[in-house]
């Protein structure tokens, strides 16, 4: 992988100035909630005055069903993806990580909401399949395997973020000389 525009080569300052842009870009991207988006343009209301009161993909598909939820799940992806290549763009690997968690952060505290916003469960997902794909396709289908099993997408949730280490330490393990 690259080291990005701003390389490995250059000056503290010029790092530093990287880290706070990938920052940035991923707190702001992060903080555009795809679900209050759709709550309000789609059916007039806010997400999280119903269900959960969660602004999230779940209480968006147990509120407004499936098309509510996929449209929520996609403008999710989207804006992680965005904040991801522009951290890749950036500074390389490290950048995708810094805008990906800063995209998380500002979906979890959204500026634009109050601060009022989702769990980053998809978007957490999204930021592992953009930095490390196999590692978040393994993690995805646990997640999968565990939803399908017991209808519980929090447990699913919660399963895919414990093998997440396991399986990252697995690959760089196999990676090492």
Do not use: W
Not at 4 to 30: Q, R
Not at 57 to 68: E, Q, S
């Amino acid at each position: 992988m690259s080291n990005g525009l701003f390389g490995s080569g250059s000056g503290s300052l010029v790092l530093a100035l990287g880290l706070i842009l990938c920052a940035a870009a991923g707190y702001f991207l992060g903080s555009v909630n795809s679900a209050i988006i759709v709550s309000k343009l789609k059916f007039g209301q806010d997400i999280r005055k119903f269900g959960s009161g969660n602004a999230g993909m779940t209480n968006m598909l147990r509120t407004y069903g499936k098309g509510a939820a996929g449209l929520t799940l996609l403008g999710d992806v989207l804006k992680t993806v965005i904040g991801c290549l522009i951290g890749l763009f950036l500074l390389g690997e490290s950048g995708g990580y810094v805008a990906g968690f800063f995209c998380i952060i500002g979906h979890v505290f959204p500026i634009y909401y109050g601060f009022k916003g989702g769990k980053g469960v998809a978007t957490s997902g999204m930021v592992i399949i953009m930095i490390s794909p196999i590692t978040g396709a393994i993690c995805l289908a646990v997640f999968l395997i565990v939803v399908i099993g017991t209808r519980y997408v929090s447990l699913g949730s919660v399963m895919g973020l414990v093998f997440y280490p396991i399986v990252l330490n697995a690959f760089s393990r196999v990676s090492d000389p």
